[in-house]
């Protein structure tokens, strides 16, 4: 239900003038098209549109004509046998209610409030690996999140109660206690590339693969940081073959003309062997060091051949202690090593590196009292008998983890209460907000630069074009296409594949339809949208492209042939592939079906809330199970001839009507995603028409209607969504212009899912904000 708010950017339109154009423009609309079912004495669905004793009280019922707007915009109604109103009759009804009914005006659309949230438990894990490098496990730390219009980023659901926050004093010790060197800094352990290593007889040949049949050479000159006695590990393993053979080699490491280490090998499983050694190395590219593989006995007949993989090279030292840093994973924290011997000296270090860390968990600069606040802290830990420095920063680290400017993303704004009052955002949340919602991560370096010098906003674009290209938007693309397409769910949800798939075995069901078959799902729904996104394609391809990513386990679920391999890759669909699209991914077709059988009114209701954004009514109270409709002489009958007994109560059949259509074209694909051509014996009658009038003969027929025909309808289900996500509040109706201004501009820019992007991030709500309050617009 709508909240009735005085929004911000209201237009105060002189009620006369309203009457008037009621009477002169809209109510000669109404009278064509609406009046013979909802006027005259007429309310069909309970819904009259002329009952009323004062004009200017009618024009006040915002409820009534939320209910109109919202159906002519969704082509709801006039219904589909009725005559409709041309294309600008619907834009000047549809405005007038925003004008002159809403108060809206689209030219300053309202920004919203969003309330101040906590970082939901993904928030937290990302922010915390891209802080320290700490992989953080919050599913065991914290409890599930709540969810609000379907996504976990939504602020009214995302508080924080006196045993959560004990839970959050936890972690920071947790994680502080990974993050920090425990023992100070140590001798180095420096890692070698092997892509250093060549064969001067072959330069294809790497030491991913050396075989042991054949005497081979890899030379190089890797650069060594300090001259010094070191200790050299070579970890490698033995590949070619699962089951044991008799084929034998020699794997030496040689410096200069010296072998160091050598080891007699023969087939083994494990999954990494080493060689260790003393050597001696100079500072530079000044020795050459080689691998080389004799080879031993041959393989039996019948046996196959074996070779060596060598996964890594290090070298730790100088031993004698000359050289100390800190391990690689805590120079994020340290990056510029060890601190000054002199402890009068530490306090600068001891500065810098807390307020860099404090700013970007902060996601602003910190104010200098508060650095000196942690500082101290730090300072009073190292003092105590047995500390270090290192101690004392983790001790300030825990109280930055602890603190509501890390845990909440709050926004600073002039006159926070007052409703009417709208300003932009400052540029330093307006980096916080881009990258919680393209990297589901607290901002870098780059981005709070931009924001320090005022210059994010003139690079907004050359950003998120940047973020995107970043493997961190995988992030994104997982937790969006997660919760709005509810991928998420698809390894998890219960589906009985005994009784779906019709196999009497037990656990043959659990073999065919596995774990690693219901991951490959997910993997391609979030791949298949990441592509459209990277690769800048219409948005509608989402719906009828001839492409999918696939491995050979999900190929052969699919029936293409081909595809070898557990790696995900893009295909191609053959001509006659029953694929294309999201409504026949196994991802969509499983999470929208019931444990033992398909549900026609789960797949179509989850069509018209997320890609057409026009949801049906709450459903009406004490509606009995489809399966009882299903019983004595009606056991045998289609799904199509269940469904319609079912909803034979003229108030079920409104909604029904709005449904079943959408979910029946898709009975071609069971509950577990397969294709089927039978039901109980009788071949599956996929067609049918949508409310709004269009025919089809089956699934692909209704994504290409969808695609082509209810494409704004699209565009405008999947910017409802992407503000949702990426702001933390629901969309309301004072949204309609910035919605608008965002599907317009996609469509005027090639239609594609990146533009869309790019509107929803410049709109007027993911730019702004308004004051918090209530202001009840009751005039």
């Keep these: 239900m709508a909240v009735w708010l005085l929004a911000a950017g209201s237009v105060m339109a002189d009620p006369a003038a309203v009457m008037k154009t009621f009477n002169e423009q809209i109510e000669p609309i109404l009278a064509d098209y609406c009046y013979d079912c909802h006027g005259g004495g007429s309310d069909e669905g309970d819904f009259a549109m002329d009952d009323y004793d004062k004009l200017e009280d009618h024009l006040q019922d915002r409820e009534l004509w939320f209910g109109v707007w919202e159906s002519v915009r969704a082509s709801l109604m006039p219904p589909a046998k009725k005559e409709k109103p041309g294309d600008a009759e619907k834009e000047k009804l549809l405005s007038w209610i925003e004008r002159d009914v809403f108060k809206l005006d689209p030219e300053n659309p309202d920004p919203g409030i969003v309330t101040v949230r906590r970082l939901n438990r993904e928030e937290y894990r990302n922010t915390i690996q891209d802080l320290f490098g700490v992989n953080f496990d919050v599913t065991e730390a914290f409890p599930a999140d709540d969810t609000g219009y379907g996504f976990d980023t939504i602020g009214d659901v995302l508080s924080i109660s006196p045993l959560l926050m004990e839970k959050y004093i936890e972690a920071a010790a947790t994680i502080v206690e990974k993050a920090v060197p425990p023992g100070g800094p140590q001798i180095p352990t420096q890692w070698i590339g092997l892509e250093v290593f060549k064969d001067a007889k072959n330069d294809k040949h790497s030491l991913n693969w050396m075989p042991f049949q054949n005497e081979r050479t890899l030379a190089g000159k890797p650069w060594i940081n300090h001259e010094g006695e070191y200790e050299m590990r070579v970890d490698f393993a033995v590949k070619g073959s699962m089951e044991a053979t008799s084929h034998t080699a020699t794997l030496a490491v040689m410096v200069g003309d010296q072998t160091v280490a050598e080891r007699k090998l023969g087939w083994d499983n494990s999954d990494s062997l080493n060689l260790k050694a003393k050597v001696r190395l100079k500072k530079g590219r000044e020795q050459e060091i080689r691998f080389v593989v004799k080879p031993g006995e041959p393989p039996q ?66 104010d200098d009292a508060t650095v000196e606040k942690l500082v101290g802290l730090a300072k009073m830990m190292e003092e105590q ?134 991951q490959s799902m997910r993997q391609e729904t979030e791949l298949f949208f990441g592509h459209i996104l990277k690769e800048n394609l219409p948005a509608t391809e989402l719906l009828t492209a001839d492409f999918t990513f696939l491995n050979e386990r999900l190929a052969q679920w699919y029936g293409v042939e081909g595809v070898k391999g557990n790696d995900m890759r893009k295909v191609v669909l053959p001509p006659d592939s029953k694929r294309g699209g999201l409504l026949t991914q196994a991802t969509f077709l499983i999470v929208t079906s ?42 045998d009958l289609p799904l199509r001839e269940i469904l319609k007994i079912h909803s034979e109560d003229a108030l079920c059949a409104s909604c029904h009507e709005r449904m079943d ?109 308004r004051g918090d309050g209530d202001l009840f617009a009751d005039r």
């Excluded at 069509?607 to 004490?622: G, I, K, R, S, W």
């Design 594 to 635: 019931n444990p033992t059988r398909t549900s026609p009114v789960k797949r179509g209701l989850f069509v018209l809330e997320n890609l057409l954004a026009t949801p049906a009514p709450p459903a009406v109270p004490d509606v009995p199970p489809l399966e009882a409709s299903q019983k004595g002489k009606n056991q």
């Design 385 to 518: 008998p047995g500390k270090s420095f290192e101690q004392g920063i983790g001790h300030a680290l825990t109280a930055i983890l602890s603190s509501p400017r890390f845990l909440f993303r709050a926004e600073f704004q002039p006159e926070p209460n007052n409703p009417a009052k709208v300003v932009p955002i400052d540029e330093f949340a307006l980096a916080s907000r881009l990258s919680y919602f393209l990297w589901t991560s607290c901002p870098d370096d780059e981005l709070l630069r931009l924001a320090s010098e005022g210059q994010l906003r003139k690079q907004l674009r050359a950003q998120v074009d940047r973020m995107l290209a970043d493997k961190k938007s995988d992030r994104f693309i997982r937790n969006f296409v997660g919760q709005w397409l509810q991928a998420r769910d698809v390894e998890t949800v219960n589906i009985d594949a005994r009784r779906v798939l019709e196999i009497k075995d037990f656990e043959e069901s659990l073999r065919i339809f596995n774990g690693q078959l219901r």
């Design 301 to 366: 007949q019948g046996e196959n051949s074996l070779a060596v993989q060598v996964q890594r090279m290090t070298f730790r030292g100088p031993l004698d202690g000359s050289v100390k840093e800190y391990p690689w994973e805590f120079r994020n924290l340290f990056p510029e090593g060890p601190p000054p011997a002199d402890p009068k000296e530490r306090d600068g270090y001891r500065r810098e590196v807390l307020k860099r860390v404090a700013t970007r968990a902060f996601r602003r600069p910190v």
């Design 661 to 769: 259509p959408i979910g029946l074209a898709l009975e071609n694909f069971t509950a577990a995603g397969s294709w089927r051509d039978l039901y109980r014996g009788k071949p599956i009658d996929a067609s049918g028409q949508l409310v709004t009038g269009e025919t089809f003969k089956d699934a692909q027929e209704l994504s290409k209607i969808l695609a082509e025909k209810r494409f704004h309808d699209f565009h405008r289900a999947l910017a409802e969504k992407l503000l949702t996500y990426s702001i933390g509040r629901g969309v309301e109706f004072y949204d309609a212009p910035s919605i608008d201004r965002i599907v317009k501009h996609m469509e005027s820019h090639g239609s594609t899912l990146r533009e869309l992007l790019y509107g929803i991030i410049e709109s007027a709500p993911f730019q702004k904000r």
